[in-house]
């Protein structure tokens, strides 16, 4: 009888030491399945000049994300003109989950486009402004041709290396800046047509976007003159080109924006960690990286420390100055609007 209960005790052992280990191995497939999420693939559509600032906030993010979620962020990313870049998305060759375009115009395309919700600009901070600039006018050294202001961009054999605003941001805030030069210091429509068109014939050709406008300029040696982005142009220098370059005491504020499409990241679901990104580009840490490439920060602590760095600017309006960006589009960019008026002009 002893011996039965003995053996009864001893095999309710092996039992009790079996289930524990089968708990155990249950609960550590459990720990394990829950640290090792899958990795997740983030689309970036973005526009060319801001390819630099991305290779450095990238990484950092992807660095937070890991630490904080056990979880691999690769990006798959595309740089180009913003208007391009916009109607790729808005064609589905690029399915973008967050894209950061050089003006809100573009951001709105995709929105009517239905890949946006509305009210996205209520999504971001700052309405959706993630780092502003100005224009800024680039001479060759010496500054043969004394070029210091707007309406100097139209003087007779001055010769104008510029984007063309149908695939640029910065050919749009160009053209904004040249035609608030006049309407923004008291001067009529008439006049800023006058002005523009005058300086459109002094740009033979039109580039796609920034960077290819920067690149004619810079690396091939043609114009004598450069409209860009001001932070393109401080980039420009830490690289070794140190071109004179001056800021019109006139200026726009130029306002890069970033969004997460909403379509693309409920198919990709990818939302949490587009949000996020977004997110992170705000932060102090993002925003000093894009202050380090001459951009104008929008996070307060970062603009604060940065003052210093960009030259005042006397009389500095926006797109919402010039009616807005529906009004700006139908009388300005739309198909036989105004540009394409001047183009016209320009060419005979």
């Known amino acids: 009888m002893k011996a039965w209960f003995s053996q009864r005790s001893l095999w309710n052992?092996?039992?009790?030491?079996?289930?524990?280990?089968?708990l155990s191995v249950t609960i550590s497939a459990c720990q394990s399945s829950s640290a090792a999420?899958?990795?997740?693939?983030?689309?970036?559509v973005s526009y060319s000049v801001t390819k630099a600032a991305h290779d450095r906030i990238i990484p950092k993010f992807v660095e937070k994300w890991k630490n904080e979620?056990?979880?691999?962020?690769?990006?798959?990313?595309?740089?180009?003109g913003s208007g391009s870049q916009a109607q790729a998305v808005i064609e589905n060759s690029q399915e973008a989950d967050v894209v950061h375009l050089a003006l809100a115009l573009d951001i709105n395309k995709i929105q009517q486009a239905g890949l946006i919700e509305p009210g996205w600009e209520t999504e971001a901070p700052k309405n959706g402004v993630v780092t502003?600039?100005?224009?800024?006018?680039v001479t060759r050294p010496g500054n043969p041709k004394g070029i210091q202001t707007w309406a100097d961009l139209a003087k007779d054999g001055v010769k104008l290396i510029a984007a063309n605003p149908k695939t640029s941001g910065i050919a749009i805030?160009?053209?904004?800046?040249?035609?608030?030069?006049?309407?923004?210091?008291?001067?009529?429509?008439q006049q800023a047509l006058e002005l523009v068109t005058k300086v459109y014939k002094n740009a033979p050709t039109l580039t796609k976007d920034a960077r290819e406008a920067s690149d004619l300029f810079f690396q091939k040696g043609q114009g004598d003159v450069l409209i860009n982005y001001e932070n393109e142009i401080i980039l420009a220098a830490a690289n070794g080109q140190k071109l004179p370059y001056t800021i019109p005491e006139v200026n726009i504020s130029i306002d890069s924006i970033v969004a997460v499409?909403?379509?693309?990241?409920?198919?990709?679901?990818?939302?949490?960690?587009?949000?996020?990104?977004?997110?992170?580009l705000y932060s102090a840490q993002a925003q000093q990286e894009f202050a380090k490439l001459g951009y104008r920060p929008v996070n307060p602590t970062v603009v604060a420390e940065v003052a210093s760095k960009y030259p005042p600017v006397k009389t500095l309006f926006t797109a919402q100055d010039l009616g807005g960006w529906d009004i700006v589009q139908k009388q300005f960019f739309g198909d036989g609007a105004t540009f394409d008026k001047i183009q016209a002009a320009s060419k005979v």
């Open 37 to 44: 999420k899958p990795d997740v693939e983030l689309r970036l």
């Open 132 to 137: 502003r600039s100005v224009a800024a006018i």
């Open 69 to 80: 979620h056990h979880q691999n962020v690769t990006f798959v990313q595309s740089y180009g």
């Open 261 to 280: 499409v909403d379509k693309n990241v409920e198919q990709h679901r990818t939302k949490k960690v587009a949000e996020a990104f977004v997110d992170f």
């Open 173 to 189: 805030w160009e053209f904004l800046a040249l035609w608030g030069s006049i309407t923004q210091t008291g001067g009529d429509e």
């Open 13 to 22: 052992s092996v039992c009790l030491f079996l289930i524990g280990i089968s």
